[in-house]
């Protein structure tokens, strides 16, 4: 074969990436996007391809960034590495972002050297993270698993934070509930270290009102009518004995690569390898096995020897499933057509058959239920897709500008960059105050400042620890104020004594916001510290 | 790869005024004197008659981002309830006026988001006031006797003639009431029902309500008569002679009457009410209902467990090109076959029949689901022998012996089949049928025994179903549609499947009378799962528009936690100014309402103009709001209100109407759908297109957009 050769392009490189304008307006944008996705009054983004394609209608970080195809190096540093921290986290992508792009900007306004900044960002970090972890910390909630109020609270703080899942208060709290229940039930009953979490499978429900939404213990394994029919023909037993199998039962023959295969007249291969499928029926009938399931296909075949023997068959079971499954029954996943040793079967406590919408479920009962299935239904693809679920254990902060504002106060240098995040969390031309003695955050509407009595126009300080009837001094965020050290939080007792007010707070995960701001001011670190862009043009 | 992005709102929001003006072409839809519109392809020059929004969204090429989801909550409406579909269009735009009006008043977005999706669960709750139970049904005809083969109502109402307050039925039924309340056939076609015996038990039950309430209103003769002939030419009479000059104690009684007797126990009531015009769709749908209860009944004996309608059963067969007379509902499955098998149906018509039921295709070449073909396996002959036969016919042959040594006459497949096997079965008197629905084939597993396989090699004894009779539905070659093919009957002893054969002698009206067919189907069904309905006739758009303007008057309590839950983020500066902004945006909601109900009015050709319509409803509304309580108000007058709406362009042929109901769950979720896709839209800043195609967004456009 002829083929052709062409000379490679020089690379191309730019010194000094982060001085040109196009990277600058590039820049700011992307930051104007994200900032006005920021925060339960946050703006919505329609992504779409232009063509007609299907449109995402979302707030959220983790789906903005998988859709925005970024060109620019700097750019794709930045997004990847809070597409990292979201996976991790699941929650803080949008606050990790601004920040980066916050402190770039404004060191650049700044005159000084770029290792003198990325010192003094690393510094300053530090020093954030260590008031963060500190007990003197204001912000900080003690979480333990008696107190479901507060849990409740962190829940549905994250799920109030995105406007496009169109949900009501009721639903809210609805979902809230569920997400809760369904975490709790991941904790395994006989505590021994270390804990492992069992697991939440989301089952999509669409079209169905939020409120039909529920949760179950074990597996949901949806079924066709017809399948479902056939399976309900099959004596009941319980325990039943399971097998799991990985590999394809469809009766195709593997892959025999490139080349052909010679085969003589009158040999069937089809028909071998089925006669090997039916062989392999014989055995599991004659192990007693009960439960076949399958990732793949069944064949035809095989599902109907089965079933004449009195063992259910499910095929199709999907990837997703197969761990949890696994976990279930204690099987190990099969993945060869050859014997099958008796250690790799496993038993299951009882079944069912469940129908919600319009579709069917065959729900697998496990003796210990530490895997769930979250049933989650929504109106519209659209808000179904922005739902999803945030479960991380540990410590709580208080969100919603009172961390902003607090650190702010710490941190001069960090000063401005903070203070427009927390700054972004208003998009309706309000003004935010700070208070002098918490250091917490307050929204107030803009107009004329003279107003003396503050105490009247305040209700409650964003997170919903304070409201304002106590003795507190404001002034403007942005404003200069004199530095003060923010009063340590009210102490422990008073968060299980007043659920009226635990029922409104704002909670925001620590070890999430944590590691957002070590991504935001490492990322910006690395962004400032690019000196060529070298591009390979061939 | 580059990516756009572009700034939603610079000065008035885009989006809010593109779903406006989606929502207007869907106007002419609302209400039961519908419009058909022409669609008309300019480049091939086809047209398409549509008088659905769900068949208008489809053809329509609504290319925007906003246009887009918009279709997708229609879609997805249509999916779940199969009703409501253009009240969530209507609304969706009057409700994107309504936000675009609170914009350009000042409210901030994040207030009109919270108050308006609270106000409308308020309502939500308000309506629940209005809803009438739907029970015990079905208690009343156990003791129907069963109807004989082919024994069915048919029905000739031209679709597109409809008469909004079913002019027809009520002028029949009239005539009965101006005597003793007795027979009451909601009988459509002007030659008499076939089977009267049919209706017989539901009019002695009717009866004896009637009689209960005599008994309860023995002293007050004339008021009773009130409250059942509230529309009657003597009642009116009446009223205008009594009304006015006394009416403290019978209005009073008739409003108490009125209020207590709204329930729904009949399933001919409930029917009319739930047809919103469409009679003759609707009377099918209710010869089905009956059709399976009465086989639900005759299968389980004494009827031990509650009858649930199953809509999977229902069936439709559609005749396009012939008489709208052929329309009737029939028990078994009817489907289409060529003619030319009509002398195989003569051979196997009265002899019962074994079949086998395929989930496949049926043809050499089909494998099943999952099953990887590979491509580079290639036989050697060992000995150079002719082959006589192509590998094809070797297979169906094979099959053919199959069929025969299991004795199977009839094949239902519900993929494709072979058309070669297909003759073949047809020399050897076999009938083999493909594109058979899913749910038909279940129907004959459950009824027949036979089980689903998807291989004909996987046949044995135990999957063979028996006792299937095949018939021609009507005299031979009586019945040819356009297609050549003619309708015949599958039926066994057990079969609960329903056919509603529908005809019409207008082939462009096929669609629009299938559609119109499954939109009724829904709403009983809906009503009977539900076990509840709404007074239909717009009471509860009414109320909803009457609940806003209340609340819309009444001052917020400041520290009050309900009105602050009003609020997503009660911390913010918002919900301070809450107070200052919530009429507005209630008042905006409430247009909305108002919108809906004068579009309605002018609708149903009733008033000449929207403003005449509108007075309409102002008179109305100040006199629900002065009562207090606009629910009872509501309830008290609601045949007033109704015969306004849905009547008054025949009130003066015809006094009496019947109820109109509406389905609960769908109704209210298509407001909160439309709800939900205006406040979507309305919290959109910028749209952002990613991927290639920015490349089409040609120079002079470049204007406002900012890229990445």
């Not at chain 2, 019962?352 to 050499?364: A, M």
């Not at chain 2, 084939?441 to 046949?459: D, L, N, R």
């Not at chain 2, 799962?529 to 303007?549: M, N, R, T």
């Not at chain 2, 108000?633 to 009547?647: D, H, P, R, T, V």
Request: proline fraction near 4%; charged fraction near 20%; hydrophobic fraction near 40%.
């Amino acid at each position: 074969m002829l083929s052709r050769l062409e000379a490679k392009k020089p690379s191309l490189c730019y010194s000094e990436p982060l001085t040109t304008e196009k990277v600058r307006a590039t820049l700011s944008v992307l930051k104007g996007i994200l900032t006005s996705c920021y925060g339960p009054s946050g703006r919505l983004k329609q992504l779409h391809n232009g063509m007609g394609g299907a449109v995402c209608t979302t707030s959220q970080s983790a789906v903005l960034l998988r859709n925005l195809s970024v060109t620019h190096p700097i750019l794709k540093i930045l997004t990847t590495s809070v597409q990292n921290h979201v996976s991790c986290f699941s929650d803080c992508g949008l606050f990790t972002a601004i920040l980066c792009c916050n402190l770039i900007e404004n060191v650049q306004k700044t005159d000084l050297t770029v290792t003198t900044t990325i010192k003094l960002n690393t510094h300053l970090l530090n020093f954030c993270t260590n008031y963060l972890r500190s007990e003197v910390c204001g912000c900080r909630i003690p979480v333990d698993f008696s107190n479901t109020p507060i849990l409740l609270c962190l829940v549905r703080s994250i799920l109030t934070s995105k406007p496009a899942c169109m949900l009501t208060r009721k639903e809210i709290d609805h979902i809230s509930v569920l997400i809760l229940r369904a975490f709790l039930l991941t904790i395994p009953e006989n505590t021994e270290d270390p804990i492992i979490l069992g697991k939440s499978i989301i089952v999509p429900l669409k079209g169905q009102r939020v409120t039909d939404s529920t949760v179950l213990p074990g597996v949901l394994i949806e079924v066709s009518e017809v399948q479902l029919m056939k399976i309900l023909l099959v004596r009941k037993s319980s325990p039943l004995k399971v097998v799991l199998f990985s590999t394809s039962l469809s009766g195709d023959f593997s892959d025999p690569g490139e080349g052909n295969v010679v085969v003589s007249d009158g040999v069937f291969l089809e028909n071998a390898v089925l006669d090997q499928l039916i062989n392999l029926g014989r055995q599991l009938v004659s192990d007693r096995v009960e439960l076949v399931l399958c990732q793949k296909v069944i064949h035809p075949s095989l599902k109907q020897f089965l079933t004449t023997h009195q063992v259910i068959a499910i095929d199709r079971v999907g990837v997703m499933l197969m761990e949890p499954l696994s976990k279930v029954t204690g099987a190990q996943p099969i993945g060869s057509l050859g014997s099958i040793s008796p250690g790799s079967y496993g038993s299951v406590k009882d079944w069912c058959s469940a129908k919600f919408g319009c579709k069917h479920f065959f729900h697998l009962i496990p003796n210990e239920a530490t895997v769930s299935s979250l049933l989650l239904c929504n109106r519209s693809d659209t808000a179904w897709d922005e739902l999803k679920t945030y479960e991380e254990p540990g410590s709580i902060l208080q969100d919603d500008g009172c961390t902003q504002a607090e650190l702010q106060l710490i941190a001069e240098a960090f000063c401005s960059a903070l203070e427009s995040l927390a700054g972004s969390l208003e998009h309706d031309g309000g003004e935010i105050l700070i208070d002098m003695k918490y250091g917490h955050f307050w929204s107030i509407q803009a107009g004329p400042s003279s107003v003396v009595n503050w105490t009247d126009l305040l209700s409650r300080c964003g997170c919903g620890v304070y409201s304002s009837q106590e003795e507190l001094g404001w002034s403007f965020l942005r404003s200069t104020c004199h530095p003060f050290v923010p009063q340590t939080c009210l102490p422990h007792e008073s968060w299980e004594v007043s659920p009226q007010s635990a029922h409104s707070l704002t909670l925001d995960c620590l070890t999430a916001k944590l590691s957002g701001l070590q991504v935001a001011v490492e990322t910006a670190n690395l962004i400032l510290d690019l000196a060529y862009v070298i591009e390979d043009k061939s | 790869m580059v990516m756009a992005c572009r700034v939603m709102n610079k000065r008035r929001h885009m989006g809010l005024q593109q779903l406006s003006s989606f929502a207007e072409t869907g106007r002419t839809f609302l209400g039961p004197v519908k419009s058909s519109k022409f669609i008309t392809d300019e480049e091939c020059h086809e047209s398409v008659l549509v008088s659905s929004t769900v068949r208008l969204l489809e053809s329509l090429e609504m290319t925007s981002a906003t246009g887009q989801l918009l279709n997708e909550a229609v879609q997805a409406q249509n999916d779940t309830y199969r009703t409501g579909a253009t009240t969530l269009l209507f609304l969706a735009g009057a409700w994107s006026s309504a936000v675009e009006e609170c914009l350009h008043l000042g409210v901030p977005i994040a207030i009109i988001v919270s108050v308006m999706s609270e106000a409308l669960n308020s309502c939500s709750e308000e309506v629940v006031s209005l809803q009438v139970p739907v029970h015990n049904i079905f208690d009343h005809m156990g003791s129907t006797k069963a109807i004989s083969e082919l024994e069915t109502v048919s029905v000739s109402l031209c679709p597109f003639l409809q008469d909004p307050s079913g002019a027809s039925s009520v002028q029949e039924e009239h005539d009965h009431r101006d005597g003793v309340p007795q027979l009451t056939t909601y009988n459509l076609s002007r030659r008499p029902v076939k089977s009267p015996k049919f209706f017989q038990p539901d009019a002695k039950i009717e009866a004896g309500e009637n009689t209960s309430q005599t008994l309860k209103n023995s002293l007050h003769t004339d008021t009773f008569r009130k409250s059942i002939f509230i529309h009657s030419r003597h009642f009116n009479r009446t009223d205008n002679n009594q009304g006015i000059h006394k009416p403290d104690r019978f209005q009073e009684q008739r409003g108490a009457t009125t209020f207590q007797t709204y329930r729904c126990d009949d399933l001919a009531e409930l029917a009319v009410g739930l047809s919103h015009g469409d009679h003759s769709s609707m009377k099918l749908v209710e010869e089905a209902v009956r059709l399976q209860y009465q086989n639900a009944c005759m299968q389980q004996g004494n009827c031990g467990v509650p009858f649930v309608f199953d809509i999977s059963r229902l069936f439709t067969c559609t005749l396009p090109g012939l008489p709208e007379t052929f329309s009737c509902v029939c028990p078994g499955y009817i489907m289409l076959v060529s003619i030319s098998c009509a002398a195989l149906i003569k051979e196997l018509q009265n002899q019962p029949i074994r079949v086998v039921l395929i989930e496949g295709d049926l043809t050499e070449s089909y494998r099943h689901l999952g099953f990887n073909k590979s491509t580079n396996i290639k036989t050697v002959l060992d000995s150079v022998k002719l082959q006589e036969d192509s590998s094809e016919e070797l297979w169906a042959n094979h099959v053919l012996q199959l069929l025969i040594q299991f004795n199977v006459n009839l094949i239902l497949v519900k993929g494709n089949v072979s058309e070669h096997l297909t003759e073949k079965c047809m020399h050897s008197k076999r009938l083999v049928v493909g594109s058979v629905n899913g749910h038909v084939i279940q129907a004959f597993a459950e009824a027949t025994g036979a089980v689903q396989v998807a291989y004909i090699t996987q046949v044995n004894e135990d999957c063979v179903g028996n006792g299937i009779s095949v018939a021609f539905w009507r005299k031979p070659l009586d019945v040819v549609d356009r297609n050549n093919r003619i309708p015949v009957l599958l039926k066994t002893e057990r079969i609960n499947l329903i056919t509603a054969v529908l005809a019409s002698p207008v082939s462009a009206q096929m669609q629009t009378k299938e559609d119109r067919f499954w939109t009724c189907a829904y709403r009983i069904y809906h009503a009977l799962k539900e076990e509840k309905v709404f007074l239909g006739g717009s009471a509860v758009e009414f109320l909803c528009l009457s609940h806003l303007q209340i609340l819309a008057e009444q001052p917020l309590q400041k520290g009050d936690r309900a009105c602050l839950g009003w609020l997503r983020d009660t911390s913010s500066w918002l919900a301070s100014s809450l107070a200052i902004y919530r009429p507005t945006v209630l008042k905006c909601l409430a247009n909305g309402w108002y919108k809906y109900l004068s579009v309605l009015l002018y609708n149903t050709a009733s008033y000449s103009s929207e403003l005449e319509a509108s007075t309409f409803i102002q008179h109305h509304l100040q006199n629900a709001i002065g009562s207090g309580s606009p629910s009872s108000y509501i309830l008290k007058e609601y045949s007033k209100l109704a015969s306004g709406i849905f009547n008054s362009s025949i009130s003066n042929k015809l006094e009496q109407f019947p109820r109109v109901y509406d389905v609960v769950t769908p109704k209210i979720e298509a407001w909160r759908r439309a709800l939900d896709l205006v406040l979507l839209v309305l919290q959109t800043d910028s749209e952002i297109i990613t991927g290639l195609g920015h490349v089409q967004i040609n120079s002079q456009k470049l204007e406002g957009f900012l890229f990445l």
